[in-house]
């Protein structure tokens, strides 16, 4: 069966517009409305927006707090984590969903007792392009992303983030918005009698 | 003695003549970009000083200041001559524009134009079209693709519009009879040469947007396909001298000449002539506001394939000039 093709004529300007430049004057009526409008920008170091709480920010680690899913309780029996660590379980399904691997160091030991605890883990966010894969791929609910953009460094070494610091951003993210509604954007109003303005740096 | 003194005196004036223009071409930058700025609901330069007002200075010291490469391959004559190229005559046409009548302060005779010359407005086309070739040279010059095709364009579109140009000025011409500037404002006392000459002023405005290079005729430097057009191998203030060339001083004072010619020059505004206010502040208004006019098509409009700028230059606007001239005949001899 052949493609069916519809043709549609290119509107013709009028000679009425043709002369007398309608569409022209259209156009600078709408700059000169546009121009008495208020600006809409943000004066970004002296004023921060709010991100939404779904927003896909630096990584934190949740920690063990009591507020765990049940997957965590079966695997606690196994793990070394006191109360206040980080209640990674060293399953590296992060690492599996991540579209670049590499950027994710994660190191694990076995106790004396025999338990596995978490030694390392470090994310390079360099190579992070944001895409939460990781955070949907954790078992346990530990690995968040917060809503804090500033990831600017002086060098390399300061883009990379480590269990300590991720769990002191998460500590601090739920303490902020952990009693949130789930919303995609929530408007101006009610974001500032929520939770105000923030002051990050 | 006599004519060294004029000669010093000349030199004082032209000197005055063009650190104003400086001045004034420098705080044209930030009235445009504060224009553009809130055309697209943002702000424009804000920090430098109370809302950005010192933002020209700042500008002016960064591109004194920064490393002035010359690409290895490039025609060192031409790619110098032609920065000063564009600048220069741009700058020369402030020599014949007046600001006014001249006027009489503590006792001393005060021109405030350099020289009434009698064929004026025929030296303004002149320089004008002479600015146009530094762009060319510079395109030529660069030794580099982009800006050989915006050099070209340029070239192109200008042959057109200096054409149709020419002839759209012969109407107020004629209606003066006479090509010194000063002589065309003075004969507007009664009416101003915009109500016959009407289809000569809307083709004064395309010239003017086409001679400088603003928007709906910025094919010389389309920075979407041409990176930056004739100015990609510059740097510093070889590059710096030519938006300030084009945009700014060649935009003021083709503004300038397009109020002498039509808009009656130093003679206030309709209803208006009551106000104190000075004859050169209501020329000032006159060429701010038409200035405003070119910013705002500047920064509303796309723009033109260079085919519909030359189709445009050659089917629309040198007939609209032509016919112009029959109307201006016509009116000369029924009106007197």
Redesign the interface.
């Known amino acids: 069966m052949a493609v069916k093709v519809k043709y549609v004529e290119r509107p013709q300007l009028t000679n009425r517009e043709r002369i007398l430049f309608i569409d022209?004057i259209k156009?600078?009526g709408?700059?000169?409305k546009?121009?008495f409008?208020?600006?809409?920008?943000t004066?970004y170091p002296f004023e921060k927006l709010t991100p939404p709480i779904r927003f896909r920010g630096t990584h934190a680690h949740r920690v063990k707090d009591g507020k765990e899913p049940p997957s965590f309780k079966v695997l606690e029996r196994f793990m070394d984590i006191q109360e206040g660590e980080s209640r990674c379980v060293g399953c590296y399904m992060c690492q599996q969903a991540c579209p670049v691997p590499e950027l994710f160091n994660i190191q694990t030991t076995q106790t004396e007792d025999g338990k596995k605890k978490v030694i390392r883990f470090d994310m390079n966010l360099l190579n992070c392009m944001y895409c939460g894969l990781c955070t949907e791929a954790c078992p346990v609910d530990c690995l968040i992303m917060t809503d804090i953009y500033e990831t600017a460094s002086y060098h390399r070494a300061g883009t990379v983030i480590h269990m300590e610091d991720m769990t002191k951003r998460a500590v601090d993210f739920d303490t902020r918005r952990g009693n949130e509604p789930d919303r995609i954007w929530i408007d101006d109003e009610q974001r500032s009698k929520l939770w105000g303005q923030i002051k990050w740096s | 003695m006599d004519l060294l003194g004029t000669a010093i005196f000349l030199a004082i004036k032209s000197l005055i003549f063009i650190m104003g223009m400086f001045l004034g071409a420098a705080y044209l930058t930030l009235l445009e970009r504060k224009?553009a700025?809130?055309?697209?609901?943002?702000?424009g330069p804000?920090h430098v000083g109370p809302h950005g007002f010192l933002q020209p200075i700042a500008d002016a010291l960064k591109v004194l200041t920064k490393e002035d490469l010359v690409p290895d391959n490039v025609d060192k004559v031409l790619f110098y001559l032609a920065s000063l190229m564009a600048f220069v005559p741009a700058i020369m046409i402030l020599a014949v524009v007046p600001f006014g009548e001249p006027f009489t302060i503590f006792g001393i005779e005060i021109q405030p134009y350099i020289s009434d010359l009698n064929v004026g407005l025929l030296l303004a086309l002149a320089f004008g079209s002479i600015s146009i070739y530094g762009v060319i040279f510079a395109g030529w010059a660069s030794n580099s693709k982009y800006p050989m095709i915006g050099g070209l364009r340029k070239a192109a579109v200008l042959i057109g519009y200096e054409v149709a140009l020419g002839f759209a000025l012969a109407g107020p011409i004629m209606m003066a009879g006479s090509f010194s500037l000063r002589e065309i404002v003075e004969a507007q006392q009664g009416m101003w040469f915009i109500i016959p000459n009407i289809l000569a002023f809307v083709v004064v405005v395309f010239c003017v947007l086409a001679e400088t290079g603003r928007t709906p005729f910025d094919v010389q430097e389309a920075e979407a396909e041409l990176v930056g057009g004739y100015v990609t191998e510059y740097t510093g203030m070889k590059f710096g001298l030519f938006p300030l060339a084009e945009w700014y001083i060649a935009t003021f004072v083709l503004s300038a000449i397009t109020v002498i010619l039509f808009f009656g020059g130093w003679q206030p505004l309709p209803l208006l002539g009551w106000l104190p206010i000075p004859e050169f502040l209501w020329f000032f208004i006159k060429v701010f506001l038409l200035f405003m006019f070119f910013l705002?098509?500047h920064?509303?409009?796309p723009r033109y394939r260079v085919d519909q700028i030359t189709e445009m230059a050659w089917k629309v606007m040198l007939p609209l000039a032509l016919a112009n001239i029959l109307i201006v005949a016509v009116w000369i001899i029924i009106f007197g």
């Open positions: 022209f156009g600078m709408i700059t000169i546009n121009f409008r208020k600006t809409i920008t004066a | 224009f700025g809130h055309v697209q609901q943002r702000p804000l705002w098509v920064w509303t409009l």
